[in-house]
């Protein structure tokens, strides 16, 4: 147990459908990121929170749409997804990030296991 | 961009034979950090090296940072079936905002 946990663990949703992916650490963390991990792009990193602040987009399509309401807690919405989008999405934490060193390290979630149709 | 590339891909080994895997990075790290991710399951933090030239040991595992701090390995000697899973190097630039993974190699070990 690593006090990042995810849900759901598994997602079966079409290409129409909204859904969304929930992450909560319980570690007192201050960053929270997204990662997208798939056979072709083994680790992606998505979004990256800092203390609620977005400081790190990286070129994702519209159709993810994060939101951090807290430290503590990390959505990633989704909508009018592509087949392609199908992989393991991962959340993680560190105490701080942007830089500072051993205070990086990351805690990473289960994952939830996305399949679109 | 920012890169860190690590190799080989794969590495299917006997179990007791030795393993070694190379990170390198296109820039100067602040940091490297070493995760292990086994089947089925979600990257655990290994290790962080921060100076220069450092090395330390886990048991069988030895990681190095490089003299320019571009580079890294871990070597696992003797390995074992446990030792199965991918193993993903991470590297915080000087000038970076977060961490940039590897793709990782993934270890088979057959008894």
């Known amino acids: 147990e690593t006090g990042v946990t995810q849900t759901p663990r598994h997602l079966v949703m079409g290409m129409t459908n909204k859904k969304s992916l929930k992450c909560e650490q319980h570690l007192g963390h201050n960053a929270m990121y997204w990662y997208k991990q798939s056979a072709k792009k083994p680790l992606e990193l998505m979004f990256v929170y800092n203390f609620k602040e977005q400081t790190e987009n990286n070129s994702v399509p519209s159709r993810f749409s994060p939101e951090c309401p807290n430290s503590s807690h990390l959505f990633l919405h989704l909508h009018t997804l592509q087949p392609e989008d199908s992989a393991l999405y991962l959340c993680?934490?560190?105490?701080?990030?942007?830089?500072?060193?051993?205070?990086?390290?990351?805690?990473f979630g289960p994952g939830t296991r996305l399949t679109v149709l | 961009g920012q890169q860190v590339m690590q190799i080989p891909q794969y590495q299917h080994v006997q179990e007791g034979e030795d393993f070694t895997t190379y990170c390198n990075s296109s820039?100067?790290?602040?940091?490297i950090q070493w995760y292990k991710q086994r089947p089925g399951g979600h990257p655990v933090f290994l290790i962080q090296?921060?100076?220069?030239?450092e090395v330390k040991k886990q048991k069988r595992l030895t990681f190095q940072f490089g003299e320019a701090k571009k580079n890294s390995s871990l070597h696992i000697t003797a390995t074992q079936t446990t030792d199965v899973g991918t193993y993903f190097c991470a590297g915080l630039p000087n000038s970076g905002y977060a961490l940039n993974f590897g793709k990782g190699t993934s270890l088979l070990v057959t008894p």
């Open positions: 090296l921060v100076k220069s030239g």
């Open positions: 820039t100067t790290l602040s940091n």
């Open positions: 993680a934490s560190s105490l701080k990030g942007g830089g500072t060193g051993d205070l990086d390290t990351q805690y």
